[in-house]
C-alpha cells in the first residue's frame, strides 16, 4: 500500500471524485494507473483505493492524497508520465494494509484566496461592490471557529457538527482565510467564507451567525450561497507519524507547471486590466 500526494488545477475539472460523462480528476488518476497496467481494463477501481476528500468543481488542491496497492517503482515520476500536466503526484508513503486516506486523515486545511480591497487605502485601483472591513472579516472568522451545527451551510442533510477554525491574514488586496478542522460537509468552506464576507462588507449583520447555528432551517431567501470555487485549495492533509518522501523530479515537474501557469494567468489579468481601464 502506497499513499501519494497529488496536486493539481481543479479549473479544468467537474471536482474530484468520478461522475457519469464529465472531466474529474480520478478519472485521471484511474486512466493513468491503467495506462501503466497497475489496474486491469475490466477492474472499476484499484486495489486498496482511497483519496483523503472530495474537492468540488473548480477547487484545486496542493495536498490532496490517495492510497492504492502499487508496485514498488510506482513512484510519482512514474504516475506523472500519464496523468494530464494540470495533475502531479509529488510524494510518497509506504503505509499498513489498514492505511485509510479518508478515514486516518486527523486534520484538514483549505486556503482561500479571497479578493478583498481593504476599507480605507490598499493597493488595487480597480473598484469593488463593496468594500472589506478587516476588523469585522476578523471577528466572523472568530464567530464562526470552534463546535458548532453547520446545517444551514451545506447540502448536507447528517453529519453536519464540526468544529472548524478559521484564520485570515492581509496580503495586498487579498485576505487569504484558512480553514481547518477534522473533515468538512460539502461547500461548508466557500459557504463559511460567503458569510464571513457578508459581515465584513454590512450586507450582513452579527445575528445572521447566531441564526446560522439554529436548529431552524434557513428559509431559500435568507440561505448562503457558496464562494466561487476557483480561489479555494486543499492545502494539507495531516496524519499522524507518516511522512512523505518527496520525490525531487516529480516535485520539479509540478513546481514548473504551475509557476507558468501562475505567469499566464498573471499576463492574462494584465490584459484584461488594460481592457477594463480602456473602456470609459
Not at 485521471?28 to 472530495?54: H, M, Q, T, W
Not at 472579516?137 to 464540526?162: I, K, V
Not at 460539502?186 to 447566531?210: D, P, Y
Request: glycine share 6%; proline share 7%.
Amino acid at each position: 500500500m502506497r499513499a501519494f500526494r497529488i496536486a493539481y488545477d481543479g479549473t479544468g475539472y467537474y471536482g474530484f471524485q468520478r461522475q457519469p460523462d464529465v472531466a474529474t480528476v480520478e478519472d485521471a488518476i484511474f486512466d493513468a494507473v491503467r495506462s501503466l497496467e497497475v489496474l486491469a481494463p475490466d477492474v472499476d477501481k484499484p486495489a486498496g483505493y482511497a483519496a483523503a476528500g472530495r474537492t468540488d468543481a473548480g477547487v484545486s488542491a496542493l495536498a490532496q492524497t490517495i492510497t492504492l496497492e502499487s508496485p514498488d517503482w510506482l513512484r510519482p515520476r512514474a504516475l506523472n508520465a500519464d496523468l494530464p500536466a494540470d495533475v502531479r503526484a509529488w510524494a510518497f508513503a509506504d503505509v499498513p494494509d489498514s492505511f485509510h486516506a479518508t478515514h486516518d486523515a486527523t486534520r484538514r486545511t483549505y486556503t482561500y484566496h479571497l479578493y478583498a480591497p481593504p476599507a480605507a487605502g490598499g493597493n488595487s485601483s480597480r473598484p469593488v461592490s463593496k468594500s472589506i472591513d478587516d476588523d469585522r472579516f476578523h471577528a466572523a472568522c472568530e464567530a464562526l471557529s470552534g463546535p458548532h451545527d453547520f446545517h444551514n451551510l451545506t447540502p448536507d442533510d447528517h453529519n453536519t457538527e464540526r468544529s472548524p477554525t478559521l484564520e485570515a491574514t492581509r496580503d495586498g488586496d487579498y485576505l487569504v482565510l484558512t480553514v481547518t478542522a477534522g473533515g468538512f460537509a460539502r461547500e461548508l468552506v466557500r459557504r463559511l467564507v460567503s458569510l464571513a464576507r457578508a459581515v465584513a462588507t454590512g450586507a450582513a449583520t452579527f445575528k445572521k451567525i447566531e441564526r446560522v447555528f439554529e436548529s431552524e432551517s434557513l428559509p431559500g431567501h435568507e440561505g448562503i450561497a457558496p464562494a466561487p470555487p476557483e480561489p479555494l485549495v486543499l492545502a494539507d492533509v495531516e496524519y499522524p507519524g507518516l511522512e512523505f518522501v518527496v520525490d525531487e523530479q516529480a516535485a520539479s515537474s509540478a513546481r514548473e507547471l504551475f509557476e507558468t501557469r501562475c505567469i499566464d494567468r498573471r499576463t492574462g489579468a494584465r490584459v484584461a486590466g488594460q481592457i477594463a481601464d480602456g473602456v470609459r
